[in-house]
């Protein structure tokens, strides 16, 4: 663990036995595996692959991000709350990147979905809710104005994640990296759809704040 | 008049002089002249000229946006309201642009600045006042959110401006305009520090409201 | 609905599993469903799940657009005429996507294909046609010139479409995009293939003029 | 002559008593200078030196190109007709560029200007004026559609020539370059206000017409 | 046919039964069918139903290109000759692309492919053949400077089209469309990739020449 | 004090005088006055007016960032470290921004200058220096790799700042934003440029972690 | 071999069959063939065809590089060697393409690799050993920071292959090909994933001080 | 001296007074001091300082390019042969930021002006030169075909310089780097205008082979 950072398998790329291999590994060495950017077939091997190495071991799957338990893993506490906040249905695979790697970590994680700016009805609605965390993560996609509208509202520190969706002019996530960039709001960013360095940098501030309260 | 679009005169790249002969031209005419991207001295050039040819000539200017009117012109009437709406200062000289135009063609227009996402509470203070108008014309720059918010209020249709602000990736509108080409909510936009197009258009509609109610 | 806007299901990247679900809820809810960037496989699997649901619902496809209709479903009526314009085969789908939230919001809708700059002679004999609509949505692709020469001719209000088509420098629909906006006509515009967005746009304008009307 | 184009001296970027000697010994050398991008104060400076060394020369002076021709110049002949078209104002010094080059080579040049589509009208009072040229030379800036309307009129070879002007998205000449590659009709296109590099070329196809006719 | 171009029908993006159908429909009505952009499975669909509906027709496939002669077709004549040149493999089916065009409307066409400009020597020995043509299609990949290098050798007009090649910055196609718009000797130039449009602006010039040589 | 976020003056585009006028109203009305991106021509009038108006204020001054006081201020105290690094000479002006921002929280600074890793001894040095902080700010130009090899070196979490250097491909902060957003290290990133926004955050994470404290 | 570089087979958009066919001419008029880009078919349709025309053969294969000897092949010597370093795994099929260039030139290869600036005390530890080649290839992806490293802490040439690698702004190399061009070390730089390009440099320099030595 | 290489002062953006005061410490503490991108005031305002505290110094010019030497300054010895090629009249300034670093280091540099590929024989003219140098630097702009052409004539590296010239699409050096990247020959290249670069790579590669004929 470099940093203190959760150490995570990219995936993405690699082929299913490289992903298998590289999990296995993982296990036995640190107790847990922590893979982003996982697609199907790299989870069915994987799943295969562990019901006969390790049957014990408890497999968690949120869209792309998988998470492995040995039955014998003891995990971290992080007296810290992170705020996880989505702007539609589309960035919930990424927000979920950044929430598997902040419970890794043993932080407390508090996951709002589906406020986009375009109902700002439902955005005001959460309002005391996103004041209860340490450190917001708010991940959206298209024009991405959600993290602006949330820090414009709060004195938590906003961790903007942009998310690949849209088309045409400023899809793929440029317009939301562009417009948070160049936010009237004070955010910091990550690139699209980083929602593992979302949460370990989430998981960083949360270290300096678990340490300044114990 | 084309299309009924009041004809303008684009100072930016003109010398003084040519500025000033093309206004004296439109104002002998057509009675008025409107004139957009002024700079100090132009406008100083023309106020000079028309002291001297056009002395009971009634000048308008805001930032770069001029308009000359003789004593015998009989301005048009258009019973329409345009909203015209700004997130900050900087959007102000092209707001104008924009507003000049629907006056020059007789709309009525109702104009609220400084009203960015930012401060999301001074934008929700003016819901009610954006449902008075006939057609809405959003001007804003940086991340360029608000018209965004805006059109997800009311009912009105909205056209967004982006505009020429901010530094760094996504500066100079860019952010802007593809921010508000991947809206949420449902919005046609302009190019960036486009107020005459943004203007003409909602005349345009307004007209067409116009003819509805006679 | 928001602001009046038909609610549609935006179908790119969702399982037929995804679509069959969401459309089945609108009906039931709505009485309608309106389905955009629906593959052959989501179509299919949306015929064969609503053959079996709601035997009686009415199922209208036009390329990647679909709508359905419970027989108890009372549509609503707008007293506007959108006229509808594209330049060639490629522009269609696109087209269709604004016609069916047109027709769906109750607008009369007069639909011109096939009628690019490059055979002018065929968009001068419609001018006529193009005079008689309220607001017109005009859609092109590779250079994007119709829009221009339509708005020139007319005093209507042009929405105007860039369609991803073309290639190498300015392909997929960048040139169109870029030529509207720098369109020396008066236009406001969408995104790239934003066919929903320019019909909605068109809704929007149309019931401010059925208000007047009435 | 590389190529049997005329030797043009670029002069932007040069000092004026670069340009000044660059001139005098292509006057002396060849009987003419040609000077393409010349500012005010470099025309100023090349007139005051002529006018001391050499007295007699003929100095002609469009916008920034600049023609000089000793009083013995034997200018050559060339058997063809080039016509230039300028949508707008703008658009005039690079046609002056690609109109300079033509007569030079003793082409004859038929100059229509000011017929953008924004007015199709206009355009289309040229079109016999069109068939009457061997080749055209069509510059126009901002969406840059005249190229296309007018090789959609004519069975002549078009060059088309995008023009740096406009703002915003597809400013500077770029949404017209696009535009023209996209062309949906047949047209060549040379770079970004390459006035020189259009008449250049027209220029070698009149010397292949003047060979077949001679 | 528009502009006397030869009518062709791009297949790109178009099923199997579509171009059968056009292409069917033009072999009818013009005696002839030009198809650009055609896969394997659009020509072996082709190829199976003329078996069946126009056994008699000669269908001639260079790459992605395919025309069609009906027996009784009678093919246009041209007194004019088009060089076409190539750098490498890649280029050919571009350059087949605008050969094609140029057999169709009747040009004699002289072909030379494999010689870019890192083995000059190959280059340099075919300079007396390049002048024997009345206008040259240069087409090159990569970096794109055959046609630069071509042109700085003959007094013919070249028409250069850069073509998708080459990998990372300035790869498919951008490099060599770059290069030849900066290029330092003159050129015109067609889109990435747009051999069909060399093509039949080397018909409208070889037409020009052919007409002055009658 | 909008998110307990120092309220700064962006000065530029603004004149002298309204500049001027903004700061008198901050100290006026708040006892201090914040302003970003003076040039001189503003900071000398500022100078000016201050002895007049507010004789006793004191006027700090680093490169573009002014900070002046009134003599009744009361600082904030806030128990928290900001470690702000630079790379180069070029990055100081914008590590000053950030510094002013965080001194006027309260915050404890240290700033630790010139260790780019072209020399990476001198980065090494630092190291410990590094770890002492709770959060840091790392501003580099170039290809801004700075703040990668900074962040593998310790637990804290990192701001980067990419800052406007450079020529040619990457130049003006290009190559240093998109690096550090591709990043093989956890770090966040603010706009080219923004030290005003990476001051800020570093402020609220501050804020946080002193409220853990106390 | 033109300029003495080992002539390649880039296999990428070539069918099996075409790629074997080349290579079997290379083999048998030169006595080996070395093809870059060659995927899975392409290698088994290799091996299938060699095994029957040329049994004997050695074929080597590294990722998608393959070289193939005749038993009789008598390779070159060179005095020379080429550090090859990279920062991760996915670096390693470039780096690979660069090392068979070098080994067929008869080059000694140093290769480190999995190096990156995330763990730099093992980019550290390997210090020595970079200082024993005559020339250096660093691969790196993601923010490419890894060559300016290198190159600041030895004497050696260095040459900087950036990797397609990362995803989001700056992904798929474009920010390690930026911060290499922007290095505040000194480096000169080749294409994204240009290993050919790196190895085939690194071969030209080795043999101008493999020609001093000797 | 990092690595070796001649430590130069980037005057661009500096004041006449910072560059002064950095030229003198270096020629105080090194015997000589070399500056790159000195405009006309930093020139004169160097040589009015050092008239004055370094009477005896030797100052040498070229361009942009300084350098002085204190009369006792003992240069460095280097055996090896730098050849300098350029395209044209705008690539020489660049060209001297490389030549001056070369002979800094004591390389012996054949320098060759402007035989761009527009005159191809007068580039085949050179070719013996070329042939002698141990590494060749050639900088070109414009579409920066030289670089290719040369590197294809001869066995020596070859440093490829794009030079920021020529206008529109692909100006400012972007087509010439593109091209240069792209190149079919094999090349490394440095940023556009780095001109230092070049010629520090170029001392690096000569000191090995100095290294390895000792
Ligand atoms: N989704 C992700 N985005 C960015 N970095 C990641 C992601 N997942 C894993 N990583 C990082 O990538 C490294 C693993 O890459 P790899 O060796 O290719 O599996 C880990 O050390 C993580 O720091
Ligand atoms: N083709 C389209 N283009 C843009 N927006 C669309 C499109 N189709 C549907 N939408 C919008 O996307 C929303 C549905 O997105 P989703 O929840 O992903 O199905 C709807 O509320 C519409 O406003
Ligand atoms: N406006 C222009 N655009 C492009 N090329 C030009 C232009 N004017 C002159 N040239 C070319 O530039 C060369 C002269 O460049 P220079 O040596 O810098 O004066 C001439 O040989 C012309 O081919
Ligand atoms: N991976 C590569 N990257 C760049 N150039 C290559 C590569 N592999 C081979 N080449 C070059 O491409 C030429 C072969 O291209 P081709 O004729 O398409 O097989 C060879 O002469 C090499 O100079
Ligand atoms: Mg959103
Ligand atoms: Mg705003
Ligand atoms: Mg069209
Ligand atoms: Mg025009
Ligand atoms: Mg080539
Ligand atoms: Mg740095
Ligand atoms: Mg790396
Ligand atoms: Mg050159």
Redo the contacts between chains.
């Keep these: 663990q470099?940093?203190?950072?959760p150490e995570a398998i990219f995936a993405e790329?690699k082929s299913a036995a490289q992903v298998v291999a590289l999990a296995e590994t993982a296990l036995e060495t640190t107790g847990r595996a922590l893979l982003t950017r996982v697609d199907d077939e790299q989870a069915t091997a994987l799943r295969t692959a562990l019901a006969d190495s390790n049957p014990e071991a408890a497999i968690e799957r949120r869209h792309s991000t998988v998470r492995v338990l040995a039955p014998t893993y003891d995990p971290p506490e992080l007296d810290a709350t992170v705020g996880i906040v989505t702007?539609?249905t589309?960035d919930e695979p990424v927000a979920d990147e950044a929430e598997v790697v902040c419970l890794d970590a043993g932080a407390t994680v508090d996951r709002v979905d589906d406020i986009?700016?375009?109902?700002?009805a439902r955005t005001l609605d959460q309002v005391d809710r996103f004041r209860g965390a340490?450190?917001l993560i708010v991940a959206a996609g298209?024009?991405?104005?959600l993290p602006?509208?949330v820090?414009?509202?709060?004195?938590?520190?906003v961790?903007a994640v942009?998310v690949?969706s849209?088309?045409?002019?400023?899809?793929n996530?440029?317009?939301?990296?562009?417009?948070?960039?160049?936010?009237?709001?004070?955010?910091?960013?990550?690139?699209?759809?980083?929602g593992f360095?979302?949460g370990?940098?989430a998981v960083?501030?949360s270290?300096?704040?678990?340490r300044?309260?114990s």
Excluded: F
């Design positions: 470099r940093r203190g950072i790329g702007g539609g589309v986009g700016v375009a109902s700002l340490d450190v298209r024009e991405g104005a602006t509208v820090a414009g509202l709060v004195d938590t520190p961790i942009p690949d849209g088309y045409g002019y400023g899809g996530g440029d317009a939301a990296l562009a417009g948070m960039l160049q936010s009237c709001t004070v955010l910091s960013v990550v690139n699209i759809d980083a360095v979302a370990a940098q960083l501030i270290r300096a704040i678990d300044a309260r």
